[in-house]
Every structure is written in structure tokens, then in C-alpha cells.
């Protein structure tokens, strides 16, 4: 079945060159378009897409609100949220993977990494690559703990290996590349990082990462 789509963004024309690109695919459908975050509430309760093309500064209501609404408890439907941004530092995206967004994605970027990344929420995993997962935490390092701090107890609940996994995939790694840094298979890593945010009480590895850097496991700038 072919992943729907829905596209929020208050520029008539971008959603246009955006349907365009995903309607070419054959494995995806965009089922609907919204031009702010309200309408972005209403299309999602009457189309049931699987990943929303969320962008961030709208009338009436921002991409950030919507995020939340749209993957917080009492949630409609299993729509995934991927956030749309004009500069990849911008200071709303931390806020909407916080808010429950599975990864942002620049306005700017290729079609074919629209498509994939598209592919890989509707998957169930995260699109956030390690370079900006690493920029976006820098960049809030003020606003995070130093790791002076004391680690939350919820840590406690993880295993020594899980602690491992949350680490790597806070640099943000991808389970590939931390099966090869722990010398395990990739359905082991995958198998740790369920337990952990089942443990943790978090959506998927993006607010994993989050988590870690707030928690004061991770410390922003540091290489573990």
C-alpha cells in the first residue's frame, strides 16, 4: 500500500513543487494539503496520512503546536510528523522533535532525500542525520545540562549496554554503524535501543537523543 502523505505549509506554491515530487513515486500518495497548523489538525483527523510534511512558521497555529497535538496522548491516528525547515539551525526544530516529530528535513533538500526520508518515518525509524543531530544539540548547549548534573534515575533502569547504545545513538548514529562500535549484530542494537525507549517512556531515537543531552548523560560538544 502506498505511504499517504499529507502537506502543511502556507506557501501554495512549494506544496505544489512537493506534490509534484512525491506524486512521481509510486509508493507514495499525498492524500491532502493544509495551510496552517489547525487545518493541519483537521486534514490529519479526516485522512489518516501516515507521515505529515510539517512546515514550521505558519498563521494560526506553528508546525511546533501542530507536532505535539498530532503525535502527543490522545492522538487521532499513527501519523508521523517530518518537520520542514529553510535553515537547518533553525531555533523552532528542537522544540518540534521534543514535541514528537520523527526528524526535520531542509526545504532546499534533493527530491530523492524528500522521498527516502519520507520512506524511513513512515518505517517507524528517524530522520535526522548524525551531522545535524550533532550541530542542533552544539548549538543549544546553553540550554541543556553541563553533565555536572545528576543523571536522572530513569537512567538507572538501563542496562550498562543500553547505556552504551543511548550514547551512540545521541551522537547519532545509525544501528549500523553502532553495531560495528559494540562488535554486535544490527538486530541486537535494534532489540537495545526497543528497550530503551520502552524504559524511557520516548517515541523513537530522536527524542532518545534529546533525552540523553537533557538528562545530562550526553554532554553537547563532548565526543561520548
Known amino acids: 500500500m502506498a505511504i ?4 502543511v505549509d502556507d506557501q501554495p506554491l512549494l506544496r505544489t513543487g512537493f506534490r509534484m515530487i512525491l506524486e512521481a513515486e509510486e509508493d507514495l500518495a499525498v492524500v491532502g494539503e493544509a495551510g496552517d497548523g489547525l487545518q493541519a489538525l483537521d486534514q490529519v483527523r479526516a485522512l489518516q496520512p501516515d507521515v505529515v510534511l510539517m512546515d514550521i512558521r ?3 497555529m506553528d508546525g511546533v503546536e501542530a507536532t505535539r497535538q498530532i503525535t502527543g496522548p490522545g492522538r487521532d491516528g499513527p ?7 529553510t535553515f537547518d539551525l533553525d531555533e523552532y526544530v ?3 522533535l521534543r514535541a514528537g ?3 526535520f528535513l531542509l526545504k532546499d533538500a534533493p527530491a530523492a532525500e524528500l522521498v527516502q ?3 524511513v518515518v513512515a518505517g517507524g525509524e528517524a530522520m535526522l542525520a548524525p551531522s545535524i543531530t ?6 543549544y ?4 545540562p553541563s553533565g555536572e548534573d545528576s543523571v536522572p534515575d530513569m537512567i538507572a533502569s538501563l542496562t550498562e549496554r543500553e547505556v552504551e547504545v543511548l550514547k551512540l545513538v545521541a551522537r547519532g548514529l545509525s544501528n549500523a554503524e553502532i553495531a560495528a562500535d559494540l562488535f554486535v549484530s544490527e538486530t541486537t542494537v535494534k532489540t537495545h535501543v526497543g528497550h530503551v525507549l520502552t524504559k524511557l517512556g520516548l517515541r523513537d531515537r530522536v527524542q532518545a537523543a534529546v533525552y540523553a543531552y537533557e538528562s545530562g548523560l550526553v554532554r553537547p560538544g563532548a565526543g561520548q
Open 117 to 119: 526520508a519520507i520512506r
Open 101 to 103: 516529530a520523527s526528524g
Open 134 to 139: 550533532r550541530r542542533l544539540l552544539d548549538k
Open 4 to 7: 499517504r502523505v499529507l502537506l
Open 141 to 144: 548547549a546553553g540550554h541543556l
Open 79 to 85: 501519523a508521523k510528523v517530518l518537520v520542514l525547515t
Open 58 to 60: 505558519m498563521p494560526r
Open 94 to 96: 528542537v522544540e518540534a
